[in-house]
């Protein structure tokens, strides 16, 4: 087994299939197209750009292809970047399938929907239990696939539901400090405030934003799957607010999206588990392949700032 993508040295030759994650086309200062190509393995991703391509190259390279790429790996503004020097499309006789490149969540789905039904089953609030468990039944299949970004933090597959299961574990020793939450209330908050990707995303391979993610946005889309939910069951009383409220204010600022900031307990501590898991999530990407005594990559959601990796870490 060869190297993967992101396992390369800069200077060092690559050859091998790579997924493309995405392809977009841009205009060159000579008024050239070209291409800027995600390329993945199992590893990660990195960029690369096609020069001169023509409407060929846009039809042979769009996102979900699997490419044969030789290049050289190159550092360009302190982030690695692939140099390509031959590129085509993988052929009928190539030994290569789409899950061969897919990054996939470290926890199984079986141990995942496992974990989510737990703690579903511990909620003893009857209407707040009935709503999560009804939304979760009724995405199922789309929440323990997809991505929880398209970028950033947990963007692969089954990221959604492993981001929600590391936030419920660390909701549950948060609690355990500060008995005064009301664990109903978080728990639930958790597992839905994201629930509403599963219509904003096109799916777990290649994420994009559908038509409803871009003209809605998966926190408004959910505010409305909550309110279904809660008809659909004949549930009235505050709980199906208070929810509804979970989900708007879990980004905590208008800036970052909030339409509202959050005004209750829970949800101010939803919105801080949030933040943690996905910064987290981040910076173990970012650090995962420095050497101790060096620094990663600029992180751009992190205010593009590089990590140092101390000597003394393992």
């Known amino acids: 087994m060869g190297k993967k993508i992101l396992e390369h040295e800069t200077g060092e030759q690559v050859e091998q299939f790579l997924l493309i994650k995405s392809s ?3 205009i ?3 008024g050239k197209p070209f291409l800027t190509l995600v390329l993945q393995d199992k590893s990660g991703e990195i960029e690369a750009k096609l020069w001169d391509a023509g409407e060929d190259d846009e039809r042979n390279y769009c996102a979900q292809s699997i490419v044969k790429v030789a290049g050289e790996i190159q550092n360009y503004r302190g982030k690695n970047q692939l140099k390509i020097r031959q590129i085509r499309p993988s052929g009928p006789h190539d030994a290569v399938k789409l899950d061969d490149f897919l990054e996939t969540a470290p926890l199984s789905r079986e141990e995942m929907a496992g974990k989510l039904t737990q703690y579903i089953f511990e909620m003893k609030n009857p209407n707040i239990q009935r709503i999560t468990r009804h939304l979760l039944k009724k995405h199922q299949n789309a929440f323990m696939e997809f991505p929880a970004a398209t970028k950033n933090h947990h963007e692969f597959v089954s990221g959604l539901a492993y981001h929600v299961v590391s936030m419920l574990d660390l909701a549950k020793a948060i609690a355990n400090l500060y008995p005064s939450l009301d664990r109903d209330l978080l728990y639930a908050g958790i597992i839905l405030h994201d629930m509403g990707k599963v219509l904003e995303l096109s799916g777990p391979i290649s994420a994009a934003y559908t038509i409803e993610g871009n003209l809605l946005g ?4 959910m505010v409305n ?5 809660a008809e659909e069951l004949s549930i009235g009383g505050e709980e199906v607010l208070i929810l509804q409220h979970m989900v708007l204010s879990h ?7 909030s339409p509202k900031p959050p005004m209750i307990k829970e949800a101010e501590i939803l919105h801080y588990i949030d933040n943690l898991d996905a910064k987290m999530n981040m910076l173990d990407g970012a650090l995962e392949r420095v050497k101790p005594g060096e620094f990663s990559e600029r992180v751009y959601a992190l205010d593009n700032r590089s990590f140092y990796k101390p000597v003394f870490h393992k």
């Open 225 to 229: 799957e909550i309110g279904k939910a």
């Open 24 to 26: 977009v086309k841009g």
């Open 28 to 30: 060159a200062s000579n």
């Open 251 to 257: 980004h905590g600022k208008a800036e970052w999206g």
């Open 218 to 221: 998966h926190i408004t889309i």
